[in-house]
């Protein structure tokens, strides 16, 4: 009986479309006098957003602060995350971070886990009572504005889903998100002045800098929300982005008492962000024209609010389409994805949204905070790169012009530098239909703008040129020697030659000033891949061309020091600091020599030649990581907090000590990453860190994309079955990795099976995981030194 009633339950499950979970947690409940056990958790309930939900940097020990995720509503790769935001002003990019008091509003589009100031934040929502307020209210002296306190206490986030209680009106504020829309649902009290306030202007970053809004009926209003680099936004303004946000919302309660504000802003007056979160501009803001009873309204600070009066504890909704292509887009993304004003149905649609692509990896074992760990951070792996592609097929070009495809799903939000370590290997195990849409967007994006080139960190077709290397080859290169290929190659590669033309190593061999080292390895790595595809397409005189640059890291090696050193323009060294290797930003980014060092992962051998053997190499490497604090937190050695240090554990592999990869990925595991705010200890850079999480905690990781070869390490979970669903790419067959014997003292692996067959080898390729199968591996508390070891890495 219990079998059947379990098979019966996933037979529903899979009627309905919902996921069947695996799990060791099981509910159990008695069914004609016997008790019968079926899953009760799927893989979204175990999304806690509030993980790195923070910018705080006392907590992070560094400038960088910690994870700045947000913790509100979105879909898998959607366009829309309808989220609080609690801040406008400094390095904040989420427009979220967990410490502050007030929530501002709830804004509809936000970027995850990014430094540099951030963007979006765009038509942020508050309900209010009471008189208007037209601005945050930053400055006591100007008065109370429309934020509000609220109750932490009452603060709610799940996967699609976000609530709290707003204690200065007495409102509940629910979030929930489609796609391309999202929805609003606020519980009032008894009150003659309720209202729904927004502020058009707003901008994580800095503000929008024209704004337009047009009343639609007697429920409704739509318009545009122009976000240009005088704005700031993105880096300030240095990150160039210039967007324009399409919406299109409607009310629950029809509008009969409403109207829009609108400052004067003089031409002269800077709209960056220490300017206009400053007194003087919210000042600007107090003096705008109130309009009631409006048709259309332009102009460059833009507000727009909806009076009526509610009984206790009466609903309100609002919905929002949004589109970078048009109003009448918005306008059909609403209606297709929200044409009801069921909020529920739309978070439990959100929510299964979540349980499929979550479901791509089931996992037994471990702890409840592990598991939970271990989903919020494939969770954050799938909120980038997005879709900007409407229902319709349409999108923004890099011409600013409207493109139709029905070949690929334009995406946006390529933190190239960061996610092409572990974000972009693991959506080609799991989604590799949407690298293969990111690919093309890069790639029609350097033909629609006439730039010629690929951008290494492009957000919404802007070209921002943040950090340093040519990531968009690795990913491309990566790709295709994974046979993801449905991009057109001829543009791909004529692309990715400019590129290396315009910003790689060239004849000097290394780049000047003053950050030559990360600069010189980094395009070393990018000029190997291009070797590598050059010659799948027979290039035969590029792939030597391209070989031979990715040597050029030899020209900052400084054989008297034994380490890796900056020079002058004339080419001398520069001057040795007395911290030596562990200065930071010593010819480096956000790094110091002795973490940037290691980044030579295509040719790891010749690395350690230059360090003296492979025996010096492992006992500095073990120095590097006995020495880094039992925190994780930002240090000058294995500084997890930041991306030049994330293969390095690995690298034990690769020089016949694999017992070392065991343990120190399992201990980075288990200490770096917590059921917490502070729960990431560096910024989460558009998926990265967490998709390095959910990589090592399944026992495997990529040194060099681009080579196919995957890691294993030690598992955290005692079963991972991996599957990304049948597709152009895979054959939808599961692959499962089974830890015998599995603890936090066991991390060793004593001996292993692959398709149970004895397996010798410390890696496996990708085409062993997509395939399907099993890897068996045994697990003991003491290293077995035979295991793994390859001839040729000693």
């Given at each position: 009986m219990k079998k059947i009633l379990v098979c019966l339950f996933s037979l529903v499950a899979i009627f309905i479309g919902l996921p069947v979970m695996v799990s060791a947690q099981l509910a159990v409940a008695k069914a004609g006098g016997q008790q019968v056990s079926f899953p009760t958790k799927y893989p979204a309930d175990y999304v806690n957003p509030f993980i790195g939900a923070s910018t705080n940097i006392a907590k992070a020990g560094a400038a960088h602060g910690l994870g700045k995720t947000f913790p509100g509503a979105a879909t898998p790769f959607g366009m829309v995350q309808v989220s609080p935001n609690t801040i406008t002003g400094g390095d904040n990019g989420s427009g979220y971070s967990y410490e502050h008091e007030y929530i501002e509003g709830f804004a509809f589009t936000q970027m995850s886990g990014i430094g540099w100031y951030g963007d979006l934040g765009n038509l942020l929502t508050t309900p209010t009572t009471g008189p208007l307020q037209i601005i945050a209210g930053r400055h006591a002296s100007l008065g109370k504005g429309y934020r509000s306190h609220y109750d932490k206490k009452s603060e709610t986030a799940n996967a699609g889903f976000?609530?709290?209680?707003?204690?200065?009106?007495?409102?509940?504020?629910?979030?929930?998100?489609?796609?391309?829309?999202?929805?609003?649902?606020?519980?009032?009290?008894?009150?003659?002045?309720?209202r729904i306030q927004m502020d058009l202007a707003r901008r994580v970053g800095g503000t929008a800098t024209e704004e337009f809004i047009r009343v639609s009926g007697k429920d409704a209003i739509n318009g545009w929300i122009k976000c240009t680099p005088d704005g700031g936004g993105w880096g300030n303004g240095d990150g160039k982005a210039d967007y324009t946000v399409f919406y299109y919302v409607r009310f629950s309660k029809p509008l009969k008492n409403y109207g829009a504000w609108s400052a004067a802003i003089p031409g002269k007056q800077s709209r960056k962000l220490e300017d206009i979160s400053s007194i003087h501009y919210d000042s600007l803001v107090m003096g705008a024209t109130i309009t009631r009873h409006f048709q259309e309204e332009k102009g460059k600070h833009l507000g727009f609010y909806t009076e009526f009066a509610t009984t206790e504890g009466e609903e309100v909704l609002m919905k929002v389409g949004i589109s970078f292509v048009s109003i009448e887009n918005a306008r059909q993304n609403l209606e297709k994805e929200i044409p009801e004003w069921d909020f529920n149905q739309v978070r439990k649609n959100a929510r299964d949204l979540w349980n499929k692509e979550l479901s791509k990896m089931k996992i037994s074992g471990g702890t409840a905070d592990q598991r939970t760990i271990f989903y919020t951070a494939l969770y954050h792996s799938m909120i980038d790169p997005r879709n900007t592609t409407d229902i319709n097929g349409q999108y923004m070009g890099g011409d600013h012009r409207v493109h139709q495809s029905a070949r690929f799903v334009k995406r946006s939000v390529f933190s190239g530098w960061d996610v092409f370590r572990s974000e972009f290997p693991l959506q080609t195990i799991l989604n590799p239909t949407v690298v293969n849409d990111m690919i093309n967007s890069l790639v029609t994006l350097a033909d629609e703008s006439n730039e010629q080139y690929l951008e290494r960190w492009e957000f919404l077709n802007a070209y921002s040129g943040c950090m340093i290397g040519n990531p968009a080859i690795v990913v491309i290169t990566d790709a295709w020697n994974k046979g993801i290929r449905n991009f057109d190659l001829a543009k791909a590669y004529q692309f990715a030659r400019h590129t290396e033309e315009k910003f790689g190593n060239g004849a000097s061999g290394f780049k000047i000033p003053s950050n030559d080292i990360s600069a010189t390895l980094e395009y070393a790595f990018s000029e190997w891949c291009m070797a590598q595809l050059a010659d799948s397409l027979n290039k035969k005189e590029d792939a030597l061309k391209y070989l031979e640059l990715s040597k050029s890291y030899l020209h900052v090696f400084d054989t008297a020091k034994g380490w890796f050193r900056p020079r002058k323009e004339d080419g001398s060294w520069r001057p040795w600091p007395a911290e030596g290797r562990l200065k930071q930003d010593y010819g480096t980014v956000e790094s110091n020599p002795y973490q940037q060092g290691w980044f030579i992962p295509f040719d790891v051998p010749a690395l350690a030649n230059l360090l003296g053997g492979p025996d010096k190499m492992v006992a500095d490497l073990n120095d590097f990581f006995e020495k880094t604090p039992k925190s994780f937190t930002w240090n000058n050695y294995y500084n997890h907090a930041n991306e030049p240090v994330h293969h390095v554990p690995f690298l034990f592999n690769k020089l016949g000590v694999p017992w070392l990869t065991q343990k120190w990925a399992r201990i980075v595991c288990e200490n770096a990453y917590s059921n917490t705010v502070e729960g990431l200890v560096g910024n989460d850079d558009v998926g990265q860190m967490s998709a390095w999480y959910v990589l090592a905690a399944s026992g495997l990781y990529t040194v060099?994309?681009?080579?196919?070869?995957?890691?294993?390490?030690?598992?955290?979970?005692?079963?991972?079955?991996?599957n990304g669903g049948k597709s152009a790419y895979a054959p939808g067959k599961p692959f499962r990795i089974v830890a015998r014997n599995n603890s936090p003292a066991n991390k060793y692996i004593q001996s292993a099976k692959l398709n149970g067959h004895v397996y010798n080898k410390c890696w496996l390729t990708y085409q062993d995981i997509i395939a399907g199968g099993e890897l068996e591996l045994e697990m003991g508390s003491q290293p077995m030194k035979t295991w793994g070891v390859e001839e040729t890495n000693r």
């Open positions: 976000y609530a709290a209680f707003l204690t200065d009106y007495g409102i509940r504020a629910e979030a929930t998100a489609a796609p391309h829309s999202g929805m609003l649902r606020f519980t009032y009290p008894a009150s003659q002045q309720s060099c994309p681009g080579d196919n070869r995957f890691e294993i390490c030690s598992p955290v979970f005692d079963e991972i079955i991996i």
